[in-house]
Structures are given as C-alpha cells and as structure tokens.
C-alpha cells in the first residue's frame, strides 16, 4: 500500500491548455515575456517540459518522476482516459499510476440551454464528481489533490509526507503563470517565516494543492456533487469550510505552508469563457449551509425551487 496518493483530476480539452506556449519558451522561440522565465522556474521548466509533448498531463508526470520522496501512486482521473492513456502507459514503469474515467454524473448528461453550443465535451465537466472517484480508489492514507497543469518542486512531497507524520496537513505554495500576451509571475505566497514553515487555516485550502487524510475526507464525504458541478468554482471553499469545521470538533488536523513544497502552475484558457459561471455556486453554498450540514458533504440534491 503506498504512503500517499497524488489525485490529479482533469476535465480539459487539449486545445484548452497553454502547453504550446510552455514549449516554446523551452526551445527558446519568441514569446512575448520570456525574460520572467528565470531561476528554479526555468530549472523545472527545462526539466518537465519537452518539445515532443502533446499532452498537458506529461509535465506533471514528469515532475512527479522527479520527486525525492517515492512511497505514493498517482491516481488521473479523466473524462477523456481512452484518448490520453496512451501517454500515461510511458509513465507506467516510472511512476504506480492508474489512469481512470469518472464514475458517472447526472452533469454529464445535462443538455446546455438553448442556443448555447459547448466548445468541451461534456459540456458540464463536473469536476467535484472527478475529484471524488480520486478518492473512491486511492490507496493511500494521504491524499495530495492537483490539477494537471501543475510541475512540482522535487521535495514537494518529502515535505507534505514529513508533516503529515506530525499530525499536520500542507497546502503547497502555488505560483501561478498566466500567457495574456506576456507571462505574469502571481505569488500566492510571498514570504513565509524565518522558520520556512508557517500554519495556515483548511478554509483557504481550495481544491488543489493541498493534502488531507483519506480517514478525514471520508469522515466529511468528499467535495460537494450537490452543488453545480458543473460550474467551476465554489466547491473548493465548501470543502475547506468542512474540513475546518471537522477541526473544530477535535477531529481534524491543521494546516501549514512549507517553503519546500511549490507548485509552478503553467497557464491554461479561462474556463469561464466556455463554461458556466462561479456565481451560480456562490449562489447555492447560502442554500447548502441552510442544511446544518456544518461538516458532512452529499447529503441530499437541491429541490427545483431552490435551483430556480
């Protein structure tokens, strides 16, 4: 049994991801911004990133390969499994890795309204219901959520196994770049304490890059599938405000930042331009909450007048 399993949930269409850019710069063509690319970012980009990739799960792997602690499997979960697991059968001597589809949701059937037509498939990807079938067949006793644009600094997971060995969970730093006609380098994080580690709260845990016990998710029942999920957004701060309210009770654990554990977020198209909005989630959290449901997730679908 491995020590931890890595969920990556993915519900992109390739043309979605900006891997093109990435490779571009690792060749060393022309892009506007290309300065900024410096220093452990390069290092990792040049390290994870290949100009022979066509998929944007590979830097991933890649820098999952490269991680100094070994005891984990890595778990994709993807709406389009039969047209990428191909590239994860390179990965298959390299890294334990099962690559699955979703268990099936009502979103994935829902027609888009009226005059609306959907450039992904499906058109409500339900990425709640991909990070639960994650947790349905992880092995692990810790689970580190990612999504799949992500390269990770190679003690990452050493970190996040070391905390969790003191009882702690870790949210991974995330740097975050985006390509709207230059490269912009957003810290989530700019500093930490002298100590390289400083605690940090579930509630601002969002849903990827960050880990969580498979007991205590289990214990709270996954992310949301109540809510819209097939919008993007909303989810991740429910499942934060649950796990942080299971801490409350005595059960839970906390949270900390560590200067070691960073993930390096490649771009990707906005979501919200071909899906739903947050705000239809933001709108339905006021109704969930109103379920004194503080801790447990899933525990009974919206009626249609709390949907209108």
Not at 189 to 195: E, I, M, N, Q
Not at 254 to 266: F, K, N, Q
Not at 267 to 283: F, K, M
Request: net charge neutral; charged share 30%; aromatic share 10%.
């Amino acid at each position: 049994m491995p020590g931890m399993t890595v969920i990556i949930s993915t519900c992109r269409e390739e043309r979605e991801s900006l891997l093109p850019v990435w490779k571009r710069v690792v060749r060393g063509e022309p892009v506007k911004g290309r300065a900024i690319v410096r220093g452990r970012f390069r290092w990792l980009l040049e390290e994870c990133v290949s100009p022979d990739m066509e998929s944007f799960l590979e830097p991933t792997l890649r820098s999952l390969e490269l991680q100094s602690f070994r005891d984990f499997e890595v778990v994709i979960v993807d709406w389009h499994a039969e047209k990428r697991r191909h590239i994860t059968e390179r990965y298959k001597g390299k890294l334990r890795i099962r690559h699955v589809r979703d268990k099936p949701s009502p979103w994935h059937s829902i027609k888009p309204p009226e005059g609306w037509e959907p450039e992904v498939e499906p058109a409500f990807p339900a990425p709640c219901n991909a990070r639960n079938t994650g947790v349905v067949v992880a092995e692990g006793e810790l689970l580190l959520f990612l999504d799949d644009n992500m390269i990770l600094e190679p003690d990452t997971l050493k970190a996040c196994w070391e905390w969790h060995q003191k009882g702690y969970g870790v949210k991974v730093i995330r740097h975050r770049w985006d390509y709207e006609g230059r490269l912009v380098l957003r810290p989530e994080f700019r500093r930490l304490w002298d100590r390289g580690w400083q605690p940090y709260s579930y509630r601002g845990a969002w849903s990827h890059g960050f880990t969580v016990t498979l007991e205590n998710m289990l214990k709270v029942n996954g992310f949301e599938e109540v809510l819209c999920d097939g919008c993007v957004g909303g989810e991740d701060i429910d499942l934060g405000a649950r796990l942080h309210n299971l801490l409350e009770r005595g059960r839970g654990y906390r949270m900390v930042l560590d200067g070691r554990a960073v993930a390096w977020e490649l771009g990707h198209v906005h979501v919200h331009r071909w899906r739903p909005p947050v705000r239809l989630n933001i709108a339905l959290l006021d109704i969930v909450r109103d379920w004194e449901r503080d801790i447990v997730g899933n525990t009974r679908k919206p009626t249609r007048e709390e949907l209108e």
